[in-house]
């Protein structure tokens, strides 16, 4: 169980008598890891790089499944990711596998994102381990069965607090606008290209369709790429639009707030050209 439970009771008859067991109440205590000294065959540990954040700024989430060396299993382990309610979630990288010391290491990490202030509790993860059971031998003194051993990481508790200031995004970011051409035929289209990059999460960001008199305007879904740059999540968003129209107009300039954890303020971006007026050929 993963959570508080009761067991109901159960009904049986007995020549022509009906029985009732108790109902048997199971209180499930927060997961803790199990002990990391290097004896322990294996243990599941969940960290995170902040335990205090405001609504908007990325979190990195990190589970360490520890195997020692030496260790036979008879299946590979059957991974669960944590819980991550009040978040949203994105996987960063594939499983990472490393040795280090006398122990091999399978390293996940999350990027999470929180959507309101409040108390939250990350995790925990949790794995079975099939172990192979010695005790159990063919004729030919080889293990004939699996002891599947559940494990669980510890949880983390995480504070989030509303932004001093509304804004767009948390962060620090620049914004860049690619425009292919000014001047095109008559119904013919103008596509612009809408980039932004800096440090933060972008995940969970949509930039809006533009509206203008007289002109058709289609967009493509956004593409999205989230790394980690020296332990700071770094992100693009890239997004484009085509316009179409039988005369001339000017898409004008959109500006996107993010409020900067590092100087604590509330930063404006723009392209640095204002307006884009488009000039259509007879």
Known sequence: P???MTI???DVEIDGR???TKPIKIKVMPATAQNIEDN???FLHLETDKKSVMVGEPIVATVYLSLKLGLKLSENPQYNKPEFKGFFSKELSDEKVYQEGNRQIMEYKYLLTPHSEGDFSVGPARVKLGVVDKKRRDMFGRSIRTR???IASDRVKIKVTKKPQESDLVGSFTIENILDTKN??????VTLTVKITGDGTLEDFEF???EID????YSDDAEIATDLNNNTVHSTYSKSFAFISDRDFTIPTRRISAYDTKSLSLIHISEPTRLLSISYAV
């Open 8 to 10: 109901p009771s159960y």
């Open 214 to 217: 007289g002109v058709t305007v």
């Open 40 to 42: 322990n065959k294996f």
């Open 184 to 189: 095109v035929k008559a119904n013919k289209p």
């Open 2 to 4: 993963h959570n508080n």
């Open 148 to 150: 599947w051993v559940p």
């Open 18 to 20: 009906m029985y009732k």
């Open 208 to 210: 809006s369709d533009f």
